[in-house]
């Protein structure tokens, strides 16, 4: 079988480029069926590389002058940003030089690359972003997390229809669950967009709806994708990052307050930050950029090299069960119906 | 001074009605300010009142015949129960034979009741449900925590400027800050309604408007009102509940795993609970009604003696700030501009 060529934009994120060169390299040692295309500014890559040990003959670098900053306004970015490190990763897919494409860059940026350089699979209203979000039964595909605030309905569905494939063929849930984000479970709750996709969402084949999902349930889990707005699915996530930090700082308080205090903690933290980790969002990489004709991969802004091994790796389930082709025939059907 | 006249529906939520006659006790027992008026099934008030002392001087109880179910429809449930302990509690408050009503009753029912038989103050579009949350730096009012969903940049308007006299007068924050809930700092971030509310805080006399909030600083704290409709405003919240569960899980899960494990959690337990005290929603009590010609308090279905006591508490700077009065003012002088 051919590898599964991985274009890395090695100038985005808060960690560009060690993080990103490392996390190609680390991905590399631990999957053979995997190439990595290094792009961005030459020099600065060989530098990251430099003194590190890896298998050259799946590495490859593409230089690329320019670098898309974070607080860039993304059209403007992409439009004339022709040679950065952003653009020129999009247009490797595009070419099918590359099957997927990671970055940790300007996600409205990658959002409108994704769109335009790539390219919408057919049938697609909005590309939304998806997020694996962990939760205390297995983790839960959050979509849309970052692309489109103000949703309509029948995009909800479309998501609703991508993320069934996404955890089918990516992480192999058998016939996955679909819920909503909701206020209640009761029929009559909900707002306007809820309401008007509830009953499109029961009608719609080839999705397992099961109905409303509150939010106070998610982090407890159970349901495989959760569709909502990008305004609600980033306050999800926000909420979820934001409530853990506060939660631990306050533990780490308390377990510093007293001295014994401080013993008990020794004793107990090794079998807490085991039964923790399940929490840790970084062992599921990236965000993919769902509904686009190639593999279009976020990872955020912090992320380190793990965040990017993990990344790298996920695209392999993607490309192997061929994710695109299986949503552009769904889509197709949807369509003649 | 006057004592402040609590009209407690004693039949509301899913520990009625022992829950709220042992809060109005308690409540009773640590202000000397406050007068408790139990509406319900008076049979069943007298039988949780049983073998309890009380200053009965300070206690009434107001018969009424009917209850409002969890699970009824609030518009038919408050016009055809008008012999309901809500009904009959909101109607004290409309005649001015109470100030306030407490009720962990019907959400729904409660906001169609207070604002239907107590009414809107003039100048108040809607009503929203406002609650203080825990944050690690003091607790911030969100407004609105369940009364409407779909939103218009006007009613946000509305309730930053209730919020802020709430903060003001009930809590005691000096010049309280108010923020948008949104999902980025920057200008440009947010979805319609936030982009179309954004100048219009900023234009407004009296409010203290510090621009937008990622829910990632929420359990930070330090923005005294943050405003938002309520389909996010629940996400929020139960977020924020099912987070803090879900870890608290995992942490005692980590505890029990192994017997030096547990040893390290009795010891350091007792200073865990005193820095995780902050986080606990009931010492706040109840959600105020704002906007209406007098204190609706809801407090959550589960809620114990303990929230209703702080919530009849919370009752006593309400009224004695005359918090009605000064929103009615604020709202006349918003008007004349």
Request: some cysteine; hydrophobic content about 45%; glycine content about 10%.
């Amino acid at each position: 079988m051919n590898r599964i060529r991985i274009a890395i934009d090695c100038m985005g994120g808060d960690n560009a480029p060690e993080a990103p060169v490392q996390g190609a390299l680390d991905a590399l040692a631990e999957s053979d069926e995997i190439e990595v295309i290094l792009v961005g500014r030459e020099a600065d890559i060989q530098k990251a590389l430099t003194g590190k040990k890896y298998d050259a003959s799946r590495l490859s670098i593409v230089n690329a002058t320019e670098v898309i900053e974070t607080a860039e306004h993304p059209v403007s970015a992409i439009n004339s940003k022709k040679d950065s490190s952003m653009v020129v990763a999009l247009k490797l897919v595009k070419t099918g030089e590359a099957e997927a494409i990671l970055s940790a860059g300007n996600s409205g940026a990658l959002l409108v690359g994704g769109q335009t350089v790539v390219g919408r699979i057919p049938g697609v209203k909005r590309a939304p972003f998806a997020a694996m979000m962990p939760t205390a039964s297995g983790a839960s595909l959050l979509v849309d997390t970052g692309a489109n605030v103000d949703a309509r309905s029948d995009m909800l569905v479309n998501w609703a229809l991508l993320g069934t494939i996404y955890m089918k063929e990516v992480v192999g849930r058998e016939n996955p669950t679909v819920g909503i984000v909701n206020i209640g479970a009761e029929e009559e709750k909900g707002n306007a967009l809820v309401k008007e996709t509830m009953p499109l969402l029961r009608e719609t084949a080839g999705i397992n709806f099961v109905g409303s999902v509150e939010a106070r349930d998610i982090p407890t889990g159970g349901t495989d994708i959760l569709v909502c707005d990008a305004f609600v699915g980033n306050i999800i996530i926000k909420m979820y990052e934001g409530v853990a930090k506060t939660m631990m700082n306050a533990l780490q308080k308390g377990f510093k307050a007293t001295p014994v205090a401080a013993l008990g903690a020794l004793m107990s933290l090794p079998s807490l930050k085991k039964s923790l980790k399940d929490f840790d969002v970084s062992q599921y990489g990236g965000a993919p950029l769902l509904g686009v004709k190639g593999l279009v991969m976020k990872t955020h802004g912090s992320a380190k090299a793990k965040e990017f091994k993990n990344s790298c790796l996920q695209c392999i389930a993607f490309v192997k069960n061929d994710v695109v082709g299986k949503m552009q025939a769904a889509l197709a059907e949807e369509k003649q119906k």
